[in-house]
Structure formats: structure tokens, C-alpha cells
Nanobody
Framework: QVQLVESGGGLVQPGGSLRLSCAAS????????MSWYRQAPGKERDMVAT???????NYADSVKGRFTISRDNAKNTVYLQMSSLKPEDTAVYLC?????????WGQGTQVTVSS
């Protein structure tokens, strides 16, 4: 079955950086589009970044120029490099994949941006 395990979250000061990782299993990782979403308390879950099988990327306007999504197909892992972090980036960050029209989620990793 599809498993997505995020790691790398934590507490960081404004302007700081973090790199999130998502280890995937249970499907042919290299053949699927991978995405990062985030959900802040009381808010909807929003797409942050997406990477296609060919490496093309797409970002939410709020993170363009600050976040970079990448993938390592040999390690079945997708990354989210976050820099110039702002307090409004505070959220649970979740890895996601759609397989057979079903969207699967990891458990998420908390990112808190605060001084």
C-alpha cells in the first residue's frame, strides 16, 4: 500500500531555512507526480509545490522564489527546500500522491516559524 513519511520539520526563526523530506513506498515512485501541501490551524489544505515525473515544477504564488521542490528517484524521496521562511509559513506540511484517482497523504510534519 502507498506509504508517505515526512520528516525535517521543526521550529525556525523568520528568515531561516528548513529542508523537508518525504520517503515514499508502495508504488513506482518515478512514475508519479509528487506534491507538497500545507495546512495551518483553522485553514484549508493548500498546494505548495508539485514536481512531475520529468522534473517540471509548479509553486503556489506565496512560496515562489523561496521554496524548491526536488525528487530523488533512486531514493524514492521528494524534498522541499524552504528558505526565507516567514511566520505565515507555519503549518503542517504533507506529502501527497494520486494513485488510481485516489489522493494519498502522509502524516505530515510541523513547521513553526517564530522568533
Amino acid at each position: 500500500q502507498v506509504q508517505l513519511v515526512e520528516s525535517g520539520g521543526g521550529l525556525v526563526q523568520p528568515g531561516g531555512s528548513l529542508r523537508l523530506s518525504c520517503a515514499a513506498s508502495g508504488f513506482s515512485f518515478s512514475a508519479y507526480v509528487m506534491s507538497w501541501y500545507r495546512q495551518a490551524p483553522g485553514k484549508e489544505r493548500d498546494m505548495v509545490a508539485t514536481i512531475t515525473t520529468g522534473g517540471s515544477t509548479n509553486y503556489a504564488d506565496s512560496v515562489k522564489g523561496r521554496f524548491t521542490i526536488s525528487r530523488d528517484n533512486a531514493k524514492n524521496t521528494v524534498y522541499l527546500q524552504m528558505s526565507s521562511l516567514k511566520p505565515e509559513d507555519t503549518a503542517v506540511y504533507l506529502c501527497s500522491v494520486v494513485k488510481y484517482s485516489v489522493r494519498h497523504w502522509g502524516q505530515g510534519t510541523q513547521v513553526t516559524v517564530s522568533s
